[in-house]
């Protein structure tokens, strides 16, 4: 028998909230090459520190295309993760029940470091991230959300049969008027992750 299935016998899944980084936590600043210039957006730790009270596995997915275009060694991104996890930490006592990011990209869309080119089935808004952490953690997907500031985050978490929220930071407003990406309809619009939290925690009925 597979042990999985024997694990999800055993345990029922669980719904979680798959979160975006840039634009979502931190502040949109393009490629971050110092680890000291990721600041958390205001109001993002509380907002995690809500979830984390209530027991809701909180999930970082997020494109790092850095080390493919050889921006940065990928052990630059574990350090910004680090930075984010002691930024949530300090400010809210908040935390990260795990970590997802794809640094692949393919050579069409401009990698270029042989070790990380490639098309990968993680990288948004294909849904491999979000069935990893589902696989590994016993997570309900369909029960789940994605927080995003993307098109391609809701596309992502309706890829994968999530509830897809956009948040006016980061990259959102101009998603949202036409001028980045492409038109996408998320099933909740947010002005920011906090009020993202509001919804996702009516729609769990934990308000
Ligand atoms: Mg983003």
């Not at 502040?27 to 809500?50: F, K």
């Not at 809210?92 to 401009?110: I, T």
């Not at 080119?117 to 993680?122: D, E, I, K, N, V």
Request: glycine share 8%; aromatic share 10%.
């Amino acid at each position: 028998m597979n042990p999985k299935s024997e694990i999800q016998n055993s345990y029922p899944s669980q719904a979680a909230v798959f979160l975006d980084r840039d634009g979502v936590l931190n502040v949109e600043a393009g490629y971050i090459h110092n680890v000291t210039d990721l600041h958390l957006i205001p109001g993002v730790a509380s907002a995690v520190r809500r979830l984390n009270d209530l027991g809701i596995f909180c999930c970082l997915v997020s494109n790092q295309s850095g080390p493919a275009r050889g921006y940065y060694p990928i052990d630059h991104v574990e350090a910004l993760h680090q930075r984010l996890c002691q930024l949530l930490q300090a400010e809210a006592g908040a935390y990260l029940n795990s970590l997802y990011y794809c640094p692949y990209l393919s050579p069409p869309e401009g990698g270029t470091n042989p070790e990380f080119s490639l098309w990968s089935t993680w990288r948004k808004p294909n849904t491999g991230m979000l069935v990893a952490a589902a696989w590994e953690h016993n997570l309900d997907l369909g029960q789940s959300f994605m927080v995003g500031d993307k098109a391609t985050d809701v596309d992502m978490a309706h890829n994968a049969g999530c509830r897809g929220i956009l948040v006016q930071t980061g990259f959102g407003r101009s998603v949202l008027s036409g001028a980045y990406q492409h038109h996408t309809q998320p099933d909740y619009i947010a002005t920011d992750l906090a009020a993202a939290v509001v919804w996702i925690c009516e729609q769990l009925g934990n308000l």
